[in-house]
């Protein structure tokens, strides 16, 4: 490179420092520089906004752990502070070894909520699987009224058709001697049934984003229909699958009218929402282990979250382009 010669004209100084030469960028960049304080002090009411928006959302969860950890002189004290002064697990404890229901433990309660929401968001995928499948990849009859049926049954809500769900479970049970009632049984297909409509719309806009050439030249190579349901589409449309069972995990995890009203007196059989309300008493409320219970109800869909947190992005904008 030749240096610049200081006793040159305006003209060829000015051409030397043109915006695609070196001392061009580096003014451009001290430009740069010199607005983006400004830019940054604009953004700032945004920031602010986005801040006051996470505390406010926030905030619950975080009172609800802090009251599980408060005694109870605690928190029945008119001057509550964000912090337990003497911080205990006597609710913890109250609440994973005591027994609300005479020889019915948390430890029970748990298995019978893991049991129903495992269950709801295993079967609920691979029959939304399919179901999707079916509507993307071929045309039959009455397809497009299935499509708005489905979306229509999304709009109604659960509390509205417990009554006919109940009193068609007690037919079939009289019917054909198989109990719905009383037991997992009848949860484990509800919880299953509500959760397919949305996830047959969701994962049929990813399959359909799937290109049709790679199951034909799978099928060209050989391979079977079900080689390629499991080894092509499934792979694709994973990311699709953790966006849905996830609506599935919280729908089964945190549900309560459906629970109570299907198990009625059958209390080996109770979920953990279900528990709650025995802290709701005549005489008054016990919020040390209703926080407590609450917080490790919360614990399992953490879990659940940071287990597929990887792929919950891309699964919930992937099949938002086609279908």
Do not use: C
């Not at 945190?254 to 025995?278: C, K, M, Q, W």
């Amino acid at each position: 490179m030749t240096a610049i010669d200081n006793t040159a004209g305006p003209s060829a100084r000015a051409a030397t420092a043109a915006p695609g030469s070196g001392a061009g960028r580096r003014r451009g960049a001290e430009r740069v520089y010199r607005r983006s304080p400004l830019r940054r002090l604009r953004s700032l009411p945004l920031y602010l906004a986005g801040i006051a928006v996470f505390l406010f959302s926030v905030f619950p969860v975080y009172w609800m752990v802090v009251t599980a950890f408060k005694p109870v002189g605690e928190i029945f004290t008119r001057n509550q502070t964000l912090f337990p002064s003497a911080p205990t697990l006597e609710h913890f404890d109250r609440v994973v070894n005591g027994q609300l229901i005479p020889g019915v433990n948390f430890w029970q309660f748990l298995g019978n909520s893991l049991v129903v929401t495992l269950f709801a968001v295993g079967m609920g995928a691979f029959l939304s699987l399919l179901a999707a499948v079916a509507v993307a990849r071929f045309r039959f009859k009455l397809r497009t009224a299935f499509i708005i049926l489905l979306m229509i049954i999304q709009m109604v809500p659960m509390e509205a058709m417990i009554i006919s769900i109940f009193l068609n479970f007690r037919q079939l049970s009289d019917a054909s001697g198989v109990q719905l009632l009383g037991n997992l049984s009848g949860l484990l297909i509800v919880y299953t049934a509500v959760s397919l409509p949305i996830t047959i719309m969701m994962l049929r806009g990813f399959v359909a984003a799937v290109p049709k050439e790679l199951e034909e030249a799978a099928a060209i190579d050989g391979a079977s229909a079900w080689t390629i349901f499991w080894r092509i589409l499934m792979p694709l449309v994973a990311p699709g699958l953790v966006a849905a069972s996830i609506f599935a995990f919280i729908t089964a995890w945190n549900e309560f009218i459906v629970a109570l009203t299907f198990l009625g007196r059958s209390t080996d059989h109770y979920t953990l929402p279900l528990t709650l309300s025995y802290y709701f008493g005549r005489f008054g409320t016990e919020w040390g282990p209703i926080m407590a219970a609450s917080t490790l109800l919360t614990i399992p869909v953490m879990v659940f979250f940071l287990f597929v947190q990887r792929r919950m992005v891309s699964g919930l904008t992937m099949g938002a382009v086609k279908g």
